[in-house]
T-cell receptor, first 113, second 113 residues
Framework: AQSVTQLDSQVPVFEEAPVELRCNYS??????LFWYVQYPNQGLQLLLK??????LVKGINGFEAEFNKSQTSFHLRKPSVHISDTAEYFC???????????FGKGTLLTVNP | NAGVTQTPKFQVLKTGQSMTLQCAQD?????MYWYRQDPGMGLRLIYY???????DKGEVPNGYNVSRLNKREFSLRLESAAPSQTSVYFC????????????FGPGTRLTVL
């Protein structure tokens, strides 16, 4: 069985500050990890994914994430956020199933001026 | 290339009424999925179709049925709607391997009174 825990349900930050959204996973097999973003009243879109290789993964809009196998984490970071980054962010894991992603419950990032 | 489309965008039902949510993708994807999103719960898989002609239950299938009409289309039916089915419903698709992210539609916001 696989599971995902997003440690913060809400993260408020000021514009141009750095941010880290935390994600921990559990799985008995090798994992493939994803971060999705959902802007208000929209569907989810992929930010980045880790499949193999380098543990530092770069995505769209200046986001990056680091896969840490020993700590079973896949935290999302951005060095300087913008108002437009206000959205809900979901971490997801595929533990080897061709068809199923398990999502975390989401972290609402609010960027204040 | 429209990606994943869903109809309708909004729907209000009375308890006991039935309706079908429609989903179509134009990316030649093999697998399609239906999720529901509720506040604080993340996304939960209702049903999925690994390939044309197959469907399987996800995490929360009770009260729903699905039809994979062809490779492009995957519908979700509520036979007798209940207030507990008030939610935002997302359809997604992908090529059907562990490496491939899922692409999401814009969602259907359903209210059952």
């Amino acid at each position: 069985a696989q599971s995902v825990t997003q440690l913060d349900s809400q993260v408020p930050v000021f514009e141009e500050a750095p941010v880290e959204l935390r994600c921990n996973y559990s799985s008995s097999v090798s994992v493939y990890l994803f971060w999705y973003v959902q802007y208000p009243n929209q569907g989810l879109q992929l930010l980045l994914k880790y499949l193999s290789g380098s543990t530092l993964v770069k995505g769209i809009n200046g986001f990056e994430a680091e896969f840490n196998k020993s700590q079973t984490s896949f935290h999302l970071r951005k060095p300087s956020v913008h108002i437009s980054d206000t959205a809900e962010y979901f971490c997801a894991v595929n533990g080897g199933s061709n068809y199923k992603l398990t999502f975390g419950k989401g972290t609402l990032l609010t960027v204040n001026p | 290339n429209a990606g994943v489309t869903q109809t309708p965008k909004f729907q209000v039902l009375k308890t006991g009424q039935s309706m079908t949510l429609q989903c179509a993708q134009d990316m030649n994807h093999n697998s399609m999925y239906w999720y529901r999103q509720d506040p604080g719960m993340g996304l939960r898989l209702i049903y999925y179709s690994a390939s044309e002609g197959t469907t399987d239950k996800g995490e929360v299938p009770n009260g729903y049925n699905v039809s994979r009409l062809n490779k492009r289309e995957f519908s979700l039916r509520l036979e007798s709607a209940a207030p507990s089915q008030t939610s935002v419903y997302f359809c997604a698709s992908n090529l059907g391997t562990v490496y491939n992210e899922q692409f999401f539609g814009p969602g259907t916001r359903l209210t059952v009174l």
